[in-house]
């Protein structure tokens, strides 16, 4: 047809486009992509090689026996010092202190499991944080100062301090 | 039920995580499907009276669709991973879907625009000089051939791709409603029902931004409003409010009369949590009024004046483009707004300002649709000067920048 140039040029460019974008994407798909399913296959591998961070309350038992020994006793026993704290393996290499440790003394810490919420099972230990604060006519700040709570609960052995309160 | 007793939640089950964006995202997509449909009406069907809407409601489409998928984009923490699902597109995730029915529905609208478009991009190419002549020519694809028979071939293959549009349109769209209707997991969204809702209300909302939009224009541009072009626009925004408003209702009523244990969380839901938004906004103010506004305009057309109609109709078209917006949210934040035990409620939700999903960016993304339509306006007006009457075969005639003024003059001299 005689006055149908435009349109053969328009279907060219989109036969171009879609054809490039076949060759790109070529290019683009990692090499292991689908082989065992719709993600990179190789990617399993490279997890696999990593060194693992995190080394459980084990790992830092042979160097912190007397933290190990008070944490395990009480009720903080489920929760694993890793939580709290920062892997190990950003803090002791080759039984070899490299870094110092994080202890993030703050009462937003325990906010993070204790906090009230309606998620969280009813057996489950949980304050609202500023009622509990001022339990027994305490006064509250308006800003929760950080150390709030280890007043009177320790972070490795919870149960309250006695007498307190 | 109401109140926050403990337990009633399962863990990981407290926040809202679909929040303003994901509102945003089926209420642009909404504007992208209704504006490219209303085009359609003249498009496809030759309701001549809608031909001064027929090229905004096209680059209106564009500019939505442009901006459709950013909320998503900032929805999610990895945007620049959006183009794997284009290259490794995975069939059997419809979310993966979007990737593939966006990029055919794009196609479709650039080269509809394109087409439409054509003889005034080749008359500028040949009017100016320099970096905006290549400009033009090279939208033009460099070849200036505008006789009729070229422009009768255009003609043809926009009707073909507007009518290939509208299931398009309907697809991206209805598959919007697909993504919540097949949650399973959650009562309120999964109903088979819920692509024909967010389709109707698509339209709606599309033929109520043409009602504004076209209206402010004219005013902004001194050019005077069709009142048939109003008048029928009027009448199909009409017939799409009720379609959108029952079909709302019927899934809420299905729900309710079943007695099912999920109306338990749901009618609590929507009288209490959502009382404001769905029964105040939705249901009155934003369906019962204009639904009577609009039946004033259609109904007793003989006795309305011109102005009367159109701030009628515009005032009727800006409440359902409030209601539509109020659906997205309900719909999207009610849904996440009880928990998934069906005992009891979550947090609420707050959106925030500045955050960044908040309300502030989400204002940003909506306006930027409109910042695109003004930019291409100015490189290809969408009105031409009403006195050239010989401009372009599809669109109104009437144009404002002094340059295209000049330009016209300058060929009636050549």
Redesign the interface.
């Known amino acids: ?7 053969w ?2 279907a060219l ?2 036969l171009f486009l879609g054809t490039g974008f076949v060759g790109v ?1 070529h290019f ?2 990692p090499k292991s ?2 082989q065992a399913g ?1 993600y990179r296959y190789d990617s399993i591998f490279e997890y696999m090689a990593q060194e693992p961070n995190h080394g459980s309350r084990e790992s830092c038992r042979k160097c912190h026996e007397e933290k190990f020994a008070e944490t395990v006793k009480g009720r903080h026993a489920p929760v694993q010092c890793e939580v709290c704290h920062a892997p190990v393996s950003a803090h002791a290499k080759d039984d070899k202190k490299i870094a110092d440790m994080p202890t993030n003394p703050n009462h937003k810490l325990c906010a993070l499991c204790h906090q ?7 057996g489950f230990p ?1 304050v609202d944080l500023r009622r509990h604060l001022a339990g027994g006519g305490r006064t509250v700040a308006a800003t929760i100062p950080d150390a709030a709570c280890f007043e009177c609960h320790s972070a490795h052995e919870p149960s309250p301090l006695r007498g307190e309160r | 039920m109401e109140g926050s007793g403990v337990g009633f939640s399962y863990p990981n089950d407290l926040h809202i995580a679909w929040g303003v964006m994901i509102v945003l995202y089926p209420y642009v997509t909404g504007l992208v499907a209704g504006s490219f449909v209303v085009g359609s009406l003249y498009h496809v069907f030759g309701r001549q009276e809608l031909k001064p809407i027929s090229r905004l409601s096209l680059v209106a489409s564009l500019g939505f669709l442009i901006f459709a998928p950013v909320p998503l984009l900032f929805h999610l923490g990895q945007p620049m991973r959006c183009f794997n699902i284009m290259i490794t597109p995975n069939f059997s995730s419809a979310m993966a879907a979007f990737g593939v029915i966006y990029a055919v529905y794009f196609i479709i609208v650039l080269l509809e625009i394109w087409l439409v478009f054509r003889k005034d991009i080749v008359m500028n190419a040949r009017q100016n000089r320099g970096i905006l002549r290549w400009f033009y020519a090279s939208l033009a694809l460099w070849t200036y051939d505008v006789s009729d028979e070229s422009r009768k071939l255009d003609h043809k293959i926009v009707v073909v791709l507007a009518a290939i549009g509208i299931p398009a349109a309907c697809v991206l769209h209805g598959y919007v409603g697909f993504m919540f209707g097949s949650v399973k997991a959650n009562p309120y969204w999964s109903t088979p029902l819920m692509p024909v809702i967010f389709l109707t209300s698509a339209i709606t909302s599309g033929i109520a931004m043409m009602v504004v939009l076209y209206q402010i224009l004219m005013k902004f541009g001194g050019r005077t409003i069709e009142p048939d072009c109003v008048q029928s626009l009027c009448k199909w925004l009409w017939l799409f409010a009720i379609l959108a408003v029952t079909l709302e209702l019927l899934e809420i009523v299905c729900i309710a009369y079943e007695r099912s244990e999920e109306w338990v969380v749901i009618g609590t839901l929507l009288s209490g949590k959502l009382a404001f938004s769905f029964i105040g906004i939705q249901l009155v103010f934003g369906s019962l009024i204009p639904i009577i506004l609009l039946g004033i305009v259609v109904l007793m057309r003989p006795y309305l004046t011109n102005p009367l109609r159109n701030t009628i109709g515009f005032v009727a078209a800006l409440f359902l483009l409030v209601q539509v917006l109020a659906m997205r949210w309900n719909v999207v934040i009610g849904g996440q707004l009880f928990s998934k035990s069906l005992m009891g409620f979550r947090e609420a939700y707050q959106p925030g300002l500045f955050e960044k999903e908040g309300l502030g960016v989400a204002l940003l993304i909506f306006l930027a649709s409109f910042v695109f339509m003004a930019i291409f306006n100015r490189f290809l007006p969408m009105y031409e000067k009403k006195e050239n009457g010989n401009g372009t075969g599809d669109g109104a005639k009437t144009g404002f920048t002094e340059r295209r003024e000049a330009a016209k003059s300058e060929e009636a001299r050549g």
């Open positions: 047809m005689e006055h149908s140039k435009h349109i040029r328009a460019i989109l994407r683009l798909i992509f689908g719709h009230k919420l309606d998620s969280r099972p009813k949980q």
